[in-house]
Each structure stands twice: as structure tokens, then as C-alpha cells.
């Protein structure tokens, strides 16, 4: 697989075409040599991966790779901005390297621009961004980094590299404690009659609370909120601090993806094995066929565990799909993974499974027994359609408690 022959690695709306226009028009090109990339270069970007290692600590061997790469093809002054997810420190660290690997080297500023974007979207997010962090030892180097991102025409922040680090873990960090706050509450509203989607939206309309990341489902998957989340209660226990909280964000969403599964089996009549379940979605989430810390993992090997036959339908995701879980049955579309099925478990909230033929669906069954793990259908509608249906939180919707 290479970027060079046009062949993109993740999977995002316009993301091929957009490459294209852009090395036809000679604004971009790829190359494996440092010293062809950094050739007459001002500004030179650090976007590497930063996966967790074992312990829950970020695994910075590919930033350190870039930037001994960076010092051995440096021959004139250049400013480094790094984008990767690093530990706090990691910027003062990246200058140490230089400077040890390469005493004589040209002058150089390391700048931190901690990325934002989400997958899926990220083209449109980098493009119109809410922000811009920019963090440095060097005022005047973040500056020009400054100016360099003028076109995106966002608030840009320039603060300490420290600073500007700590703003991104401590903004994913909050949004997963939001998504695990709300399935939280989800879980306290199915006990207590109430519909968390409607709490979701009545919460939201306080401007200081805000409606974004008040989906409750399945929790967060992903290549970012687990590692990093991870990653920043690591840094403060090595620090000897308790963070308490972020352990609690952790297994609350640990805890979510064994919710399905325990429905399923009840509506079962606590029976799965040899039953046929269908996944409806795989990816972490819609418009990516990313597989990373899927809840879809987790809730398929549970089934498998527990002897049910599972099958899966995804969009996009299921050749990747394929190699993490060889035991699960790829079909062509939902309707194929419908015929004769004992239950549906809906994990990624894909558009096309909210414009499905419900009826239909339910006609292929063998039980038309049907679990939302991200509240895509109106209970009630659902329901009227003779759907033995349950979903996240939604302990009253006219039908009483789940
Ligand atoms: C995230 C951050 O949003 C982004 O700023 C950062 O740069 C990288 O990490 P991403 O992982 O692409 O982006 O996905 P995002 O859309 O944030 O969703 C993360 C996970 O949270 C998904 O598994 C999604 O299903 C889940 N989620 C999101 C919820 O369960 N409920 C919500 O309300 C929102």
C-alpha cells in the first residue's frame, strides 16, 4: 500500500481526489528521503503515530525516529512543528535529540500545533478548524507558525510548548468523559424510566453544557480518546498523582460494551449459543472503515465466547474487519445478514442502517429481536413493526421500561 501510487491508506469521502488535484498541480509530492523533503524546506511537520505500549504510556519511537531523521538531513535553519499526540515534555525532548545527535546542527525551534481532527471528517476539520494551538519556547518561531495557518482563518492561541501539549490530551480526555458522563446517565435512565435522548437534548440546550458528545451507545473506540486518555492517567501516576476520574471515564466505557451482549442474551431467554446473531457496523464509528479499539471486537468475541454463530455486515470496514475477526461471517448487506437470524445488534451508526426496510429486515428473521446500541430508531415505530426491540437508555418510550 503507497500514498505514491495514489492509494490512500485510511478511508475518507474525497480524501483520493483531493490528493490528486494536488500533485497534479505540483503542490505535493511523497518521498522516503528526508533530504529530498526537508530541501529548501521553512517548515518541516512531525505526524507520526504515538500508539500506547503496554502500560498505557504513549510508545514515542517514531517520533524519535523523525527527529533523529530531521537532524541528519538538516543543512539549514528550519523550524519543526510537531502535530503527533506526545507526552507532555516531549517538544523539549525532540530539541535534546537534535542538538545530541547532531551538536553542529543548523538553528532550529520546535513548535507544538496539536492536531484536532476527527476521522472521518478530517479534511473538513483541518480546513475550518475551532482553534489553532501553537506552543514554543520560541515566540518568534511560533509566530511565523502563526501566519502559516492565517488561510484557516481560526482563533490561534500561542502559548508554551508544555501548555500547548497538555491542551490536547486534556481535550480528549474531556470529550471521552462526556461520552462516558452521558452513558452513565443512560444507564441510571433505563433503570428509572427515563429517555436519555431526550435528557442528552434537554442538557444540551445549556450553552455552558453544549449537545456534542452526548450520544449515548456503545462508548469510544477509536485510535485517539483510548490511547490518550490511557496515556494522560499514566503521566499522572507517574507524577504520583490518583486521577480518579479518568480511571472512572475508562471503565464506565469498559463497561458499555458488555451492555448489548447481556440484553441480547436476555431477550434470548439467556440462550445464545448456536443462535445466529448479525453486527450491523464494525468500524469505531460511521464514515471510516477504521477497526481500532472497536466496541465491535469486543461484543463479537463475547457472542463467539458465549457459542453464538456471528455474522457481520459493514459498509467499508469489513476487509479489515476480516483479519481481526476471522471467525465472524462477512455478508454482502444487511438483508443477507438478516436471513434467518436470531438478533440484530446495531454498533456503528451508519446512515445506510437508518434508511434500512425494517419490515423487511424483520421478515428475514428467525426472531425479530433487534438491539440499538446507538439509539438510531424510534422505539415505538420500531416496536409497531413487531420488533422485540431494546436500546441505551431509553427506559420510557411509551412502550415502558426497558
Ligand atoms: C477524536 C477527537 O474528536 C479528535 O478531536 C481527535 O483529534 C482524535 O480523536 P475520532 O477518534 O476520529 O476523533 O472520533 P470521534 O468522532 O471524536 O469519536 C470517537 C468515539 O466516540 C467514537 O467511537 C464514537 O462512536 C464515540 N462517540 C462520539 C460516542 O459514543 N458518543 C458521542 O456523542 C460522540
Not at 445466529?276 to 465491535?296: E, Y
Request: proline share 4%; with cysteine.
Amino acid at each position: 500500500m503507497c500514498i505514491r501510487d495514489r492509494i490512500m491508506p485510511i478511508y475518507e469521502i474525497g480524501l483520493e481526489e483531493l490528493v490528486a488535484r494536488n500533485v497534479k498541480a505540483e503542490r505535493l509530492s511523497f518521498t522516503t528521503s528526508y533530504k529530498d523533503a526537508l530541501k529548501e524546506a521553512e517548515y518541516v511537520f512531525i505526524c507520526v503515530g504515538t500508539p500506547s505500549d503496554v502500560d498505557g504510556q504513549a510508545d514515542l519511537r517514531y517520533v524519535r525516529m523523525a527527529a533523529e531523521s530531521i537532524a541528519d538531513a538538516m543543512d539549514h535553519p528550519i523550524i519543526i512543528i510537531n502535530k503527533s499526540t506526545v507526552p507532555v515534555g516531549t517538544g523539549d525532548w525532540v530539541a535534546d535529540i537534535i542538538r545530541r545527535r547532531r551538536p553542529d546542527v543548523p538553528e532550529f525551534a520546535v513548535v507544538s500545533c496539536p492536531e484536532f481532527l476527527r476521522e472521518g471528517s478530517a479534511i473538513a476539520d483541518f480546513m475550518s478548524p475551532d482553534r489553532t494551538v501553537l506552543g514554543s519556547t520560541d515566540r518568534e518561531a511560533a509566530e511565523k507558525v502563526a501566519q502559516l495557518h492565517l488561510p484557516l482563518r481560526s482563533s490561534i492561541m500561542i502559548t508554551d510548548l508544555r501548555t500547548a501539549e497538555m491542551i490536547k490530551y486534556a481535550s480528549n480526555a474531556f470529550l471521552a468523559t462526556k461520552i462516558s458522563f452521558i452513558n452513565e446517565i443512560a444507564n441510571v435512565c433505563e433503570a428509572l424510566g427515563a429517555d436519555v435522548k431526550e435528557v442528552a437534548y434537554g442538557m444540551g440546550l445549556d450553552k455552558r453544557i453544549g449537545r456534542h458528545f452526548l450520544d449515548a451507545g456503545l462508548g469510544w473506540g477509536g485510535s485517539c480518546f483510548p490511547k490518550d486518555v490511557k496515556a494522560l492517567a499514566y503521566m499522572a501516576e507517574t507524577e504520583g498523582r490518583h486521577p480518579h476520574l479518568l480511571h472512572a471515564v475508562m471503565d464506565i466505557n469498559a463497561d458499555q460494551r458488555d451492555a448489548p451482549v447481556r440484553k441480547v442474551k436476555e431477550m434470548l431467554d439467556g440462550k445464545v449459543k448456536g443462535k445466529v446473531i448479525g453486527l450491523m457496523g464494525l468500524a469505531f464509528k460511521p464514515n471510516t472503515d477504521d477497526m481500532r479499539d472497536a466496541p465491535s471486537i469486543d461484543i463479537a468475541r463475547r457472542l463467539l465466547r458465549e457459542g453464538a454463530k456471528v455474522r457481520a455486515y459493514d459498509p467499508v470496514a469489513m476487509e479489515v474487519a476480516r483479519n481481526i475477526l476471522p471467525e465472524v461471517e462477512m455478508t454482502g448487506s444487511a438483508y443477507d445478514m438478516a436471513k434467518g437470524a436470531d438478533a440484530l445488534i446495531l454498533i456503528t451508526e451508519w446512515n445506510e442502517f437508518k434508511h434500512l426496510d425494517l419490515g423487511r429486515i424483520k421478515t428475514l428473521m428467525n426472531q425479530p429481536i433487534l438491539m440499538d446500541g446507538r439509539n438510531v430508531y424510534d422505539p415505538a415505530a420500531v416496536r409497531q413493526l413487531g420488533f422485540e426491540y431494546r436500546a441505551i437508555g431509553r427506559g420510557y418510550d411509551g412502550e415502558g421500561v426497558e
